[in-house]
């Protein structure tokens, strides 16, 4: 059931280091001393605190482990376990699994390319409390049927103050993804400016494992829609209704129910400018 995809996601949850010390990851796990010191402890006193010189746990979505990249999706997550984390001067990198050749770097100072948005449930998924939730936006939509894997440069992430940075990360296993069959194609790209009254337009893609599509986590006074759940693929209808960022998710599940993957879509609304006066007819002088 949705539970097994928990067990997936905390399995991928890292911690990337400050930088000078080894590029080992630190596990988080307590030793069995350690649990059988803390059964009398109150269980939020016996919680976890952050290393200071740690950025700390960290989840990336989607990827290869039971949530695919959804086709069409241009939209990365990372969801760290501490707070106030920022982008920092480190590059991202998109590889083409394939040959280890690079399809993009992104700088992650560049707040069109990334940016910290809110908090949703993937923090309770987790386990954890709060913490900071970054997106990263892809330029090109991964290619069907191939295999990716992204890395990032020391101190792609840092605290806010800028006195921890996180540790480089370079193995291709901490965060694959292979392109899902199903998807979704908008015709206006995610991230995108549009204006209020716009109606736009998007292809729901259903494909094995994939039974149902549904639309969730939007706000009803922001975005709406023709339909908001499909049983085979179709067009999705996306009405602006507010100025300012209107996000909405495209979630995939299995016949058990199972979440496979998720887009998550969001523009940028504006009012529509005002028309420009008519300007009246030019009067023609004739003289005599």
Known sequence: MKRNIVCLLLALALTLTGCGENGSTKELTPTNEE????????????????????IGPVSFTPNDNGFSMVYGNTT???????????????????????DDSVVEEIDLRDNSKCYVAEADSMFYMLGWDNGTHIVIQLKDTPKLGQSYYATLEEGAFTSQDGTIRSKAVTDKNIWPMNIAEYGVLPDVKSGSSVYVGDVLKAQIILKAPAAVAKVENYDENRVRFNEKEF???GELEIKIYQIGDDPFNVNFYDND????????????????????????????????
């Open 257 to 288: 129910e199972n979440l496979l993957g998720t887009a998550r879509i969001s523009y940028n609304a504006a009012m529509p400018p005002e028309p420009e006066p008519e300007k009246s007819p030019a009067k023609t002088v004739t003289q005599l």
């Open 231 to 233: 049983t085979q693929s």
């Open 35 to 54: 649990n059988a010191a803390s059964e009398a402890v109150d269980e939020t006193a016996a919680e976890e605190t952050l290393d200071e010189t740690s």
């Open 76 to 98: 990365l997550h990372a969801y760290f376990k501490r707070q106030n984390v920022v982008p920092g001067d480190g590059k991202f990198v998109l590889h083409n699994a394939a």
